[in-house]
């Protein structure tokens, strides 16, 4: 089972803003301190996935749980935007999932140095003295997956969830035929 623990996605709104008005304008949800980092922080409340906000329109949002709840939180800063005369409904040019990270569990003890041997040594690196997972990278798809000796996996860089799964699918029967689990 792979399951989703991070949303990331960006949009763009056709105009710039000033940001201290806009900050002003949307009240208590906006932290703008232009000495800290050039864009309003907003957040809807504490549990919310942080929305960044810049001058020439571009906006991130990070910290979703769920494509569902990146979509949600989409529409929550448009209301709010438009809602308070900042934006229109209009405004919005593009919104998209930039890159999901999930997790899943591949199997339990796998032997590191092995598991690099058998995926290729070209599709992964292994430096444990640099870092306790192996890092893998197959051409066929376009996400990287750490892979723990525990077992456990986080795969990110992909913005497609039927990829992730595919490249999840992929390395069980992997480490099936490898029989390294």
């Known amino acids: 089972m792979v399951e989703v623990v991070n949303v990331v996605g960006s949009g763009f709104l056709r105009r710039e803003f000033d940001l201290s008005v806009v900050a002003e304008d949307l009240g208590s949800v906006a932290e703008f301190d232009p000495e800290k980092y050039p864009a309003i922080y907003i957040r809807f409340s504490d549990d919310d996935p942080l929305i960044t906000v810049y001058r020439t329109g571009k906006f991130i949002i990070t910290g979703a749980g769920s494509i569902g709840e990146l979509h949600e939180m989409k529409e929550e800063l448009m209301n709010c935007m438009s809602s308070t005369g900042i934006v229109s409904e209009d405004d919005l040019e593009w919104f998209k999932v930039q890159n999901l990270v999930c997790t899943t569990v591949l199997g339990a003890d796998l032997n590191l140095s092995a598991l690099a041997i058998g995926l290729g040594l070209e599709q992964t690196e292994y430096e444990p003295e640099q870092f306790p997972g192996l890092i893998y990278r197959n ?31 992929y390395l069980k029967q992997e480490l099936s035929s490898l029989q390294l689990n």
């Open 139 to 169: 051409p066929d798809f376009e996400c990287v997956v750490l892979i723990f000796s525990t077992g456990k996996a986080v795969i990110t860089g992909s913005s497609d969830f039927d990829d992730v799964e595919a490249v999840a699918d």
